[in-house]
């Protein structure tokens, strides 16, 4: 990796920049907005009237490198509530490129509850991040107060185009005027460009309007306020005292990001495809950021471990390897599958939690020495990191989707979408609540459609960002081998479908380009995730085939399953009939809802009336019987129930 970049407080980078638009595939806005009517200043008024105050002293700088786990800023640290609210940006983990440490603050034109600043294609200000009040009164100009921080545009989200800007802000205290009656001075600002390596810059605070008990900083970014568009990431902030102009490197190590999840290319994969696939583990590499500006050694140990059974994958996992560190830039320290077998507490889910640690480190940072994910074993089969970094839709009326392979059959419940805002640059507004088709195709062919639904398919972005919204199948759809899921358009505003631009899964990534199945050309993961029926559940004693006892051949079928009407109807006892049956019925808890007794009626006839007011959802049936030549038939099947 190139060492990271230095720049001073001056130098004003201006890069130009364009938006490339494919003639079908589309990340982001469809065109370019017209400009706002906004007129940037060098001064603002104060945002915040509540904040804490904070204290430098010269062992304590004021310092976030957003390392920790969950998407909100710390509130500790900064002022959440400065502004309108939900102004800040979001912490992500793998929106930027080469970042000095572990996790980032990504600035974009959504704001925390996932709602765009703009329901137009205009430019203002984005998101934005203020600390709380910083006492510098004790302090003066030969205190040598120095702020730096790392920046970088676009990462893996979309690019900032020139006329964007990110902008530091400090407070001045006018002088004679009553506390509050401040004002915001810009002492940094930076133009779009490209993405490029993360650049360190360092800003001293020297003018004797900003030493005073309520001094603070803000950081804000202006572009596109329609979307997730216009991405800044800005790590490591720190602010300390008695620094030098050459004081840009630190007594620290961090784990950044790992190249790969281990279940590669998955990140969830359904219990019962990974037991039934014939690999599921997969390399990878955990990624080092070194900031000392020293070559040297270090060791890396990872545990994968079963948070359910508290089982520690050992010793078939390599759990550690050292090597070199390069000085003042990043390493890769790669590491062998691992190996599940015999350490799963669970037959049916697990959650496997995979931790990375720095296990001979000892520096300034300790936060960062860790890193941690976790990987599901249940229904869902993912292949994103749950971070959208951009909107992927088409410019025509037209479907696409993501290829999934099935290494048993199963049963297709429900299918999750994350939707990242875009606005409709048709119409204008937003395309929140537009309608569209969820699709499933058996073919790389357009054509091949195998099951398409329209009822209750709009777009929902929820109030939280990377909201993934559950759109439940009207039947359960049987499935096997290849299957594509995705979308149709109906509309020529591009939808919009999240994408994650940190796994290139785009082999796996189909569009209809005028009635012929296309293999995308953009590097990315769609954020489609299919839900299959081996959810998590308890099942108790019972389990999901027809279990036979032994000297019966001749075991129950129950149909139609999945079961639309109460009319349950079964067959497979011909060369002797019932003389009892028994049949109940337990949710996924193992509690029984329903048992029945079948009378001579309903054994001559074959059928069962199941009770009103039953859930729809999954449940277990047992039953038992009897034949007249004295064979038992016994055994429980899962059933699924949907009116």
């Not at 329609?226 to 602010?239: E, M, P, Q, R, T």
């Not at 669970?346 to 520096?363: G, I, K, M, W």
């Not at 081996?534 to 389990?543: A, E, K, V, Y």
Request: with cysteine; net charge negative; glycine share 8%.
């Amino acid at each position: 990796m190139t060492p990271y970049k230095v720049l001073f407080i001056g130098l004003f980078l201006l890069f130009s920049c364009s938006l490339s638009y494919a003639q079908i595939e589309q990340i982001g806005p469809g065109q370019m907005g017209s400009r706002a009517t906004w007129n940037p200043s060098e001064t603002a008024p104060r945002r915040s009237t509540t904040k804490d105050t904070l204290f430098l002293t010269t062992t304590k700088p004021f310092f976030d490198d957003f390392s920790y786990h969950g998407s909100v800023p710390d509130s500790s640290l900064w002022d959440l509530g400065a502004g309108d609210g939900f102004h800040y940006p979001t912490i992500n983990r793998r929106a930027a490129i080469g970042p000095p440490s572990l996790g980032e603050a990504t600035f974009d034109g959504v704001s925390a509850n996932n709602d765009p600043y703009s329901r137009r294609l205009t430019r203002g200000p984005c998101d934005r991040l203020e600390t709380h009040y910083i006492d510098l009164s004790g302090l003066d100009p030969d205190s040598d107060v120095w702020l730096t921080f790392f920046l970088q545009p676009e990462g893996f989200g979309d690019p900032p185009a020139t006329q964007d800007s990110f902008k530091v802000y400090m407070n001045a205290l006018n002088s004679g005027s009553a506390m509050g009656q401040d004002s915001m001075v810009v002492v940094y600002k930076q133009g779009g460009s490209r993405v490029k390596d993360f650049e360190q810059i360092t800003i001293r605070v020297s003018n004797p309007i900003f030493f005073h008990p309520q001094f603070y900083i803000a950081f804000e970014s202006e572009g596109f306020q329609a979307g997730i568009l216009n991405a800044w990431h800005l790590d490591y902030v720190s602010l300390g005292l008695e620094r030098t102009p050459d004081d840009t490197l630190y007594q620290d190590r961090s784990v950044c990001y790992l190249t790969n999840p281990p279940l590669d290319p998955y990140t969830a994969i359904p219990f019962q495809q990974y037991t039934t696939g014939t690999s599921m583990q997969s390399p990878f590499g955990v990624v080092i950021s070194n900031l000392t500006g020293n070559s040297q050694s270090a060791i890396v140990t990872t545990e994968m471990e079963d948070v359910v059974g508290g089982n520690i994958f050992s010793p078939t996992f390599q759990n550690q390897t050292s090597g070199p560190l390069t000085g003042l830039g990043s390493s890769t320290f790669n590491f062998t599958p691992y190996n599940t077998s015999g350490g799963l507490s669970n037959p049916d889910s697990a959650t496997l939690r995979h931790q990375v640690r720095l296990s001979n480190n000892s520096d300034d940072v300790a936060v960062n020495d860790v890193f941690y994910d976790y990987y599901r074993l249940d229904s869902i089969m993912a292949y994103d990191d749950g971070e959208a970094d951009a909107g992927y839709g088409l410019n025509r009326s037209r479907g696409f989707g993501q290829r999934f392979e099935l290494s048993s059959p199963d049963s297709l419940m429900a299918v999750w979408i994350c939707f990242a805002p875009q606005i409709d640059f048709f119409r204008g507004g937003s395309l929140e609540g537009q309608d569209f088709r969820l699709t499933i195709w058996f073919d790389e062919d357009p054509d091949s459609v195998l099951y398409q639904q329209i009822s209750d398919m709009t777009i929902e972005y929820g109030d939280t960002a990377n909201h993934f919204q559950r759109y439940p199948l009207r039947r359960a759809l049987s499935l096997e081998g290849t299957v594509y899921i995705g979308v149709t358009q109906l509309t020529d505003a591009p939808i919009g479908v999240g994408y994650d631009l940190t796994y290139n899964n785009n082999n796996y990534v189909y569009y209809d380009s005028v009635g012929k199945w296309t293999n995308s050309r953009l590097n990315g993961t769609l954020m489609i995730r299919p839900e299959f029926w081996n959810i998590n559940f308890n099942p108790g004693p019972f389990t999901d085939v027809e279990r036979e006892v032994a000297g019966q051949n001749q075991l129950l079928t129950f149909y139609p399953n999945p079961l639309t009407s109460k009319l349950l109807r079964f067959s497979g006892s011909k060369d002797a009939p019932l003389t009892s049956l028994q049949v109940t019925l337990h949710d996924l808890s193992g509690r029984r809802v329903y048992t029945h007794s079948l009378n001579s009626a309903e054994l001559s006839g074959r059928q069962v009336t199941l009770p009103p007011g039953l859930v729809d959802g999954l449940y277990f049936l047992r039953y038992e019987g009897m034949k007249e030549n004295g064979q038992v038939v016994r055994g429980s099947k899962r059933m699924v129930v949907m009116d």
